[in-house]
């Protein structure tokens, strides 16, 4: 849900997602649309943290719920404060929906 946000606000945004997280990523119609890219990388947090700095994504992604958001989103390292504010700001870009009804457009994925 914050990558199709993130993507339509920064198209061309790169991603950084760890290997167990889903195929979405790659697959997803709206991050096609936007033009994101997707790098699948080692899960890990001393891992995920140093690729996303030395890609230049703007966003990595861990399946456990960490999110390292580079400038001008945040500073680079997991920080729970700018991943609330990043769903707040999702939010307010879909004013009139709720956080299920975003959840609910993207793709089935098993």
Do not use: C, Q
């Amino acid at each position: 849900m914050l990558a199709r946000d993130i993507s339509a606000l920064h198209p061309g945004a790169r991603f950084v997602v760890d290997v167990k997280s889903t195929g979405l990523f790659a697959t997803d119609p709206v991050l096609i649309k936007n033009k994101a890219e997707t790098e699948y990388w080692k899960t890990g947090h001393s891992y995920m943290k140093r690729r996303v700095n030395e890609s230049g994504a703007l966003v990595g992604f861990e399946k456990s719920g960490h999110f390292f958001f580079r400038a001008p989103l945040g500073l680079g390292y997991d920080d729970g404060i700018v991943a609330g504010l990043a769903v707040l700001a999702m939010l307010d870009h879909n004013r009139g929906k709720k956080i299920s009804d975003i959840k609910k457009a993207l793709p089935v994925s098993h």
